[in-house]
């Protein structure tokens, strides 16, 4: 981050220190300077972005200093924090670390302090350029399996441990972070349920969490339709659905070769013979079959490979068991191998 384009805000009660702070900081580069003469003040002002706030300990109270700490941490800002004091203690210095500050400035020490404040700001802005996102990194990964069953294909962009945004693309997400006039400055931006394309998926054979299936129902052998087909697709969701998700592939047959969705498609009537009621299908076979609360665990896209079409079913795991409805039945399934397992009561019973 260039110097110029850091934000600062000066919380300082002492006109004159103000104004020396303002011209020596004017010297060293820095061009977005607002500043603040009390808390109250102060408030206000952070419900703008900054870098770094440069806080006075002691205003028209003996704790400004850790108020404006307070403020940072409650609304959850991303601001890097430098007390800045004339009447320094050890006390305040562990308390004011213990709240987060980045630094605890004496405005009495050795030397020119002002010099010392830049510094301590390059400092900041370097470690935390490198290294300020590595918690939320930590924490996104800690905390991935619950991210997953709450944000699974939506970019999230995380603040101080805390999922502060969603939205469908990177793009739409970095709108919204504008709009709320967040600065990017220690936001970490990541897709839950990253998806991999088909070929890389292709790539990686089939196993516990991934399949492939030549159709959605068009018998290969017999060269024509076969609705039981279906129940092969969907007790293949269910079984990643109670397991720990999987990807299903339809258009990709055992030996990895691209069968594609065409003969799928033309056995709709016309003019439905399109991938928009290919998806339309599968997705009225999951709500009758599976369950509609289910299909915000399922995540359906397609791609183009070998100049045919295929589908990709992205399914995370569910909370909720899941049965699949067949021939008047309920049946059990999970992932055992590269396989889906249909499981009896008493296996069920164990399993659960």
């Known amino acids: 981050m260039e110097i110029q384009n850091i934000h600062l805000l000066l919380v300082e009660d002492n006109p004159r220190y103000l104004e020396s702070l303002i011209k020596w900081l004017n010297r060293f580069g820095y061009q977005n300077i607002e500043t603040a003469t009390n808390v109250q003040e102060a408030t206000e002002k952070l419900q703008n972005p900054f870098d770094v706030i440069i806080a006075d300990m ?23 924090v430098i007390i800045l004091t004339a009447n320094d203690t050890v006390i305040d210095c562990r308390n004011a670390f213990k709240k987060g500050a980045w630094d605890y400035i004496s405005k009495s020490m050795e030397g020119n302090p002002f010099e ?13 350029n490198r290294w300020g996102n590595v918690q939320n990194d930590q924490w996104i990964e800690e905390n991935l399996q619950q991210l997953e069953q709450d944000y699974w294909g939506q970019y999230i962009a995380v603040i101080n441990k ?16 504008e709009e709320r006039k ?29 399949e492939y299936k030549s159709t959605l129902q ?8 076969n609705k039981n087909l279906r129940f092969s697709v969907l007790k293949t969701i269910v079984a990643f659905l109670n397991s720990e998700g999987g990807t299903l592939l339809i258009g990709v047959e055992n030996n990895d070769n691209i069968f594609g969705l065409e003969k799928d498609i033309l056995l709709f009537s016309q003019p439905k013979q399109n991938i ?20 915000q665990n399922i995540y359906i896209r397609f791609e183009t490979v070998e100049e045919k079409q295929i589908c990709i ?40």
């Open 162 to 177: 805390t999922v502060i945004e969603i939205a469908d693309s990177e793009e739409t997400l970095k709108q919204k972070i």
């Open 276 to 295: 928009d009621y290919f998806e339309q299908t599968l997705i009225n076979l999951i709500k009758s079959n599976i369950g509609i609360n289910l299909t």
């Open 58 to 80: 002691r205003m028209e109270a003996d704790d400004s200093g850790f108020v404006i700490l307070d403020q940072v941490q409650s609304l959850n800002l991303s601001s890097v």
């Open 218 to 225: 068009w018998d290969v052998n017999k060269n024509c339709e």
């Open 182 to 210: 967040l600065r990017r400055f220690l936001t970490t931006i990541c897709k839950i349920g990253a998806e991999k394309s088909a070929l890389d998926l292709i790539k990686e054979g089939e196993s516990s969490t991934l």
């Open 313 to 352: 079913i992205d399914v995370k795991p569910s909370k909720k068991k899941a049965f699949l409805k067949e021939n008047q039945e309920l049946k059990f399934y999970i992932r055992a191998g590269n396989t889906s397992q249909a499981l009896n009561i008493p296996d069920i019973y164990d399993y659960f």
């Open 116 to 128: 010392i404040v830049d510094q301590s700001i390059k400092e900041a802005i370097t470690y935390f």
